[in-house]
């Protein structure tokens, strides 16, 4: 994969390596209220590998002073992708002690996968909507909450517009919980637009025409 070393501001983006994981798992625990992230590091680790070393996507991380504060994980095969997570939902004692350690989180993951059953075909429906673009698929991304608010977020979808641009594809999509404000605002300052909705949140797309460019905001307490 060839994605460009970008240096602004002393943060340097580049792709993730396996030594980044505890980085990675900090920064899901510190963002993300679901157990599906914060689970003992048994269950997430493993996704963590999976998605550093799969051809199917691409894991970018923002490293300034020697530490990992950001990341974005860009699917560029969602078929193989799919396939490759279906593998790696873990061992049944992984979800067992994740029961033990964290069960109202436990529960609603499993709520969560109920209501994913029951919306079904609705899912690739979503998947159909800009079907006429080659496209790529932004799975998450997250910022360190004290590194939040300097552009980290807007210079690391620029980078996987690029590698959008490499592989090809003309187009990326994601989906947002609808709660998150912030995540949203974002997206459409950086000129994504809405498709769509279902009871898991928004879907947005963004067709690449031009360039990016942006820039970081120093953090005066660094
Ligand atoms: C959403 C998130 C990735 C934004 O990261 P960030 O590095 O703070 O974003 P940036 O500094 O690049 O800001 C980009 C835009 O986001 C919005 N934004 C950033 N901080 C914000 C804040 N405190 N309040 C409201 N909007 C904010 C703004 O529109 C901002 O543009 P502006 O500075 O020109 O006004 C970050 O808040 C995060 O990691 N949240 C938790 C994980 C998450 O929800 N991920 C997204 C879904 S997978």
């Known amino acids: 994969m060839s994605m460009s070393i970008n240096s602004q501001n002393g943060i340097t983006i580049r792709r993730a390596h396996l030594s980044d994981i505890p980085y990675l798992l900090k920064i899901c625990r510190k963002c993300f209220s679901r157990i599906q992230w914060r689970g003992v590091s048994s269950y997430v680790r493993p996704w963590w590998q999976a998605a550093i070393t799969s051809e199917a996507a691409d894991v970018c991380v923002a490293q300034y002073k020697g530490r990992v504060i950001a990341f974005a994980v860009l699917v560029k ?84 517009e690029s590698l959008t641009k490499n592989e090809g594809c003309d187009a990326i999509r994601l989906m947002v919980t609808k709660s998150n404000k912030r995540a949203i605002r974002l997206y459409k300052k950086m000129g994504y637009q809405k498709t769509t909705e279902n009871s898991e949140g928004e879907f947005y797309m963004k067709v690449l025409n031009s360039g990016c460019q942006v820039g970081i905001v120093s953090n005066s307490e660094n």
Not at 105 to 110: E, H, I, Q, S
Not at 125 to 141: A, C, D, N
């Open 77 to 160: 095969d969602e078929e193989l992708w799919r396939k490759q997570k279906k593998r790696g939902e873990g061992p049944f004692m992984s979800h067992l002690l994740s029961c033990i350690v964290c069960p109202v989180l436990t529960f609603k993951a499993l709520c969560i996968k109920v209501a994913r059953l029951m919306v079904g075909n609705e899912d690739q429906l979503q998947s159909s909507i800009g079907m006429s673009y080659k496209r790529t698929w932004l799975e998450i991304l997250a910022v360190m909450p004290r590194e939040q608010g300097r552009g980290i977020a807007k210079l690391l979808l620029c980078e996987c």
